[in-house]
Protein backbone atom coordinates (compact mmCIF):
# COMPACT_ATOMS: atom_id res chain seq x y z
CA UNK A 1 0.00 0.00 0.00
CA UNK A 2 1.48 3.53 -0.98
CA UNK A 3 -0.84 5.58 1.28
CA UNK A 4 1.98 7.21 3.17
CA UNK A 5 3.02 8.37 -0.37
CA UNK A 6 0.11 9.14 -1.98
CA UNK A 7 -1.03 11.30 1.36
CA UNK A 8 2.38 13.42 1.38
CA UNK A 9 1.72 13.92 -2.17
CA UNK A 10 -1.59 15.20 -1.73
CA UNK A 11 -0.82 17.36 0.79
CA UNK A 12 2.34 18.54 -1.21
CA UNK A 13 -0.15 19.24 -3.85
CA UNK A 14 -3.18 20.64 -1.84
CA UNK A 15 -0.53 23.29 -0.25
CA UNK A 16 0.38 24.66 -3.71
CA UNK A 17 -3.05 24.64 -4.95
CA UNK A 18 -4.44 26.63 -1.67
CA UNK A 19 -1.45 29.18 -2.27
CA UNK A 20 -2.36 29.67 -5.96
CA UNK A 21 -6.22 29.48 -4.82
CA UNK A 22 -5.43 32.40 -2.11
CA UNK A 23 -2.48 34.22 -4.59
CA UNK A 24 -3.23 34.02 -7.91
CA UNK A 25 -6.47 33.49 -8.39
CA UNK A 26 -8.33 35.93 -5.78
CA UNK A 27 -8.84 38.38 -8.30
CA UNK A 28 -9.52 36.17 -11.73
CA UNK A 29 -12.52 33.86 -9.70
CA UNK A 30 -15.92 35.24 -8.42
CA UNK A 31 -16.26 34.61 -4.47
CA UNK A 32 -18.50 31.61 -5.52
CA UNK A 33 -15.88 29.93 -7.67
CA UNK A 34 -13.10 30.79 -5.23
CA UNK A 35 -14.64 29.14 -2.28
CA UNK A 36 -14.95 26.22 -4.27
CA UNK A 37 -11.89 25.82 -5.45
CA UNK A 38 -11.10 26.89 -1.54
CA UNK A 39 -13.34 23.67 -0.80
CA UNK A 40 -11.29 21.39 -2.89
CA UNK A 41 -8.52 22.08 -1.38
CA UNK A 42 -9.42 21.89 2.34
CA UNK A 43 -11.11 18.19 1.06
CA UNK A 44 -7.70 17.50 -0.27
CA UNK A 45 -5.82 18.15 2.43
CA UNK A 46 -7.88 16.36 4.62
CA UNK A 47 -7.75 12.98 3.53
CA UNK A 48 -3.75 13.57 2.57
CA UNK A 49 -4.23 13.67 6.62
CA UNK A 50 -5.88 10.62 6.56
CA UNK A 51 -3.83 9.02 3.60
CA UNK A 52 -0.65 9.67 5.92
CA UNK A 53 -2.45 7.98 9.44
CA UNK A 54 -3.42 5.35 7.45
CA UNK A 55 -0.17 4.64 5.84
CA UNK A 56 1.79 5.21 9.21
CA UNK A 57 -0.46 2.00 10.74
CA UNK A 58 1.37 -0.45 8.41
CA UNK A 59 1.88 -2.40 11.57
CA UNK A 60 -2.05 -3.26 11.71
CA UNK A 61 -2.65 -6.77 10.17
CA UNK A 62 -3.00 -6.36 6.50
CA UNK A 63 -6.86 -6.49 5.93
CA UNK A 64 -8.04 -6.09 2.78
CA UNK A 65 -10.78 -3.98 4.38
CA UNK A 66 -7.63 -1.38 4.94
CA UNK A 67 -6.80 -1.06 1.63
CA UNK A 68 -9.78 -0.75 0.16
CA UNK A 69 -10.99 1.99 2.85
CA UNK A 70 -7.75 3.67 2.04
CA UNK A 71 -8.43 3.75 -2.43
CA UNK A 72 -11.44 4.97 -1.88
CA UNK A 73 -10.43 7.91 0.03
CA UNK A 74 -7.79 8.29 -3.05
CA UNK A 75 -10.78 8.09 -5.39
CA UNK A 76 -12.73 10.55 -3.46
CA UNK A 77 -10.17 13.24 -2.90
CA UNK A 78 -9.38 12.56 -7.42
CA UNK A 79 -13.04 13.13 -7.78
CA UNK A 80 -14.32 15.43 -5.37
CA UNK A 81 -11.23 18.01 -5.13
CA UNK A 82 -10.77 17.61 -8.84
CA UNK A 83 -14.29 18.37 -10.10
CA UNK A 84 -13.89 21.52 -7.70
CA UNK A 85 -10.92 22.85 -9.17
CA UNK A 86 -12.04 22.34 -12.55
CA UNK A 87 -15.47 23.79 -11.53
CA UNK A 88 -14.24 26.27 -10.56
CA UNK A 89 -11.41 27.08 -13.15
CA UNK A 90 -13.35 26.67 -16.11
CA UNK A 91 -16.76 28.16 -14.38
CA UNK A 92 -18.41 24.46 -15.88
CA UNK A 93 -21.08 23.92 -14.06
CA UNK A 94 -21.67 20.46 -15.15
CA UNK A 95 -18.46 19.67 -12.84
CA UNK A 96 -20.57 19.97 -9.90
CA UNK A 97 -22.49 16.51 -11.03
CA UNK A 98 -19.15 15.14 -10.58
CA UNK A 99 -18.50 16.28 -7.32
CA UNK A 100 -20.82 13.85 -5.41
CA UNK A 101 -19.38 10.55 -6.59
CA UNK A 102 -16.18 11.62 -4.78
CA UNK A 103 -18.27 12.43 -1.62
CA UNK A 104 -19.76 9.05 -1.55
CA UNK A 105 -15.97 7.59 -1.94
CA UNK A 106 -15.73 9.57 1.08
CA UNK A 107 -17.86 8.24 2.86
CA UNK A 108 -17.73 4.74 2.05
CA UNK A 109 -14.34 5.28 2.61
CA UNK A 110 -14.54 6.00 6.01
CA UNK A 111 -17.10 3.44 6.98
CA UNK A 112 -15.53 1.19 5.60
CA UNK A 113 -11.70 2.08 7.83
CA UNK A 114 -14.10 2.66 11.04
CA UNK A 115 -15.71 -1.20 10.48
CA UNK A 116 -11.73 -2.45 9.45
CA UNK A 117 -10.64 -0.41 12.58
CA UNK A 118 -13.05 -1.60 15.11
CA UNK A 119 -11.29 -3.81 17.42
CA UNK A 120 -14.13 -6.27 17.36
CA UNK A 121 -13.67 -6.94 13.61
CA UNK A 122 -9.88 -7.83 14.51
Do not use: K, N
Request: hydrophobic share 55%; aromatic share 12%; proline share 3%.
Amino acid sequence: MYFSSLGALFLAIGVALGAFGAHALRDRLTPDLLAVFETGARYQLIHGLALLFLGARSGLPARRSLAVGGWLLVAGTIVFSGSLYALALSGVRLWGAVTPVGGVCFLAGWLTLARALWPASR
